[in-house]
T-cell receptor, first 113, second 114 residues
Framework: EPEVTQTPSHQVTQMGQEVILRCVPI?????FYWYRQILGQKVEFLVS????????KSEIFDDQFSVERPDGSNFTLKIRSTKLEDSAMYFC???????????FGPGTRLTVL | AQSVTQLGSHVSVSEGALVLLRCNYS??????LFWYVQYPNQGLQLLLK??????LVKGINGFEAEFKKSETSFHLTKPSAHMSDAAEYFC????????????FGTGTSLTVIP
């Protein structure tokens, strides 16, 4: 069964460093998403991406965040200058169509020291 | 604003007992509703979804949920709990009229007691 994959599973970085989290969505899906879950809190939407551009973003998704689909398979989330409060589990998701079921990857645990 | 409330951050049931996990939503229009399960160190797996068809929705692993518009609820149930059901359960709403994002509840951790 097709699934969303994410790498790395765990990333440790120093405050102020740039990180790139990678995702491979399900191959025939057209909509891509990033969510995050701070430990003990709810899963929060960051951004959605369709047709090579951002279609929606939340207040959390400020200028330090960016997303890209550099090739036909990968979907990346870049955090330019990490802060302590960026420590969280980051989930990638994809869906075949608008308002369709979103399928989630296993997540990347980001730890900012 | 859209929101999802899951009553009870921790629920414990005995093996073989009924599982009931509560979810209430706020939405100005009938939403799409989802239940996801997260096993330790894994991602979110879709259990079931409601998309304005039948109000009683059956999902995987024997779970089902009923959409009750009058109560703005979408509670998850399973007649008989198994040890393998121990996990974190998340209710999510996709409002449909304000974009494509999902709004998640805070999750309910289910413990099954042998």
């Amino acid at each position: 069964e097709p699934e969303v994959t994410q790498t790395p599973s765990h990333q440790v970085t120093q405050m102020g460093q740039e990180v790139i989290l990678r995702c491979v969505p399900i191959s025939n899906h057209l909509y891509f998403y990033w969510y995050r879950q701070i430990l003990g809190q709810k899963v929060e939407f960051l951004v959605s991406f369709y047709n090579n551009e951002i279609s929606e973003k939340s207040e959390i998704f400020d200028d330090q965040f960016s997303v890209e689909r550099p090739d036909g398979s990968n979907f990346t989330l870049k955090i330019r200058s990490t802060k302590l409060e960026d420590s969280a589990m980051y989930f990638c998701a994809s869906s075949e169509a608008y308002l369709d079921t979103q399928y989630f990857g296993p997540g990347t645990r980001l730890t900012v020291l | 604003a859209q929101s999802v409330t899951q009553l009870g951050s921790h629920v414990s049931v005995s093996e073989g007992a009924l599982v009931l996990l509560r979810c209430n939503y706020s939405s100005s229009v009938p939403p799409y509703l989802f239940w996801y399960v997260q096993y330790p160190n894994q991602g979110l797996q879709l259990l079931l979804k409601y998309t304005s068809a039948a109000t009683l929705v059956k999902g995987i692993n024997g779970f089902e949920a009923e959409f009750k518009k009058s109560e703005t609820s979408f509670h998850l149930t399973k007649p008989s709990a198994h040890m393998s059901d121990a996990a974190e359960y998340f209710c999510a709403v996709s409002p449909g009229n304000t974009g494509n994002q999902f709004y998640f509840g805070t999750g309910t951790s289910l413990t099954v007691i042998p």
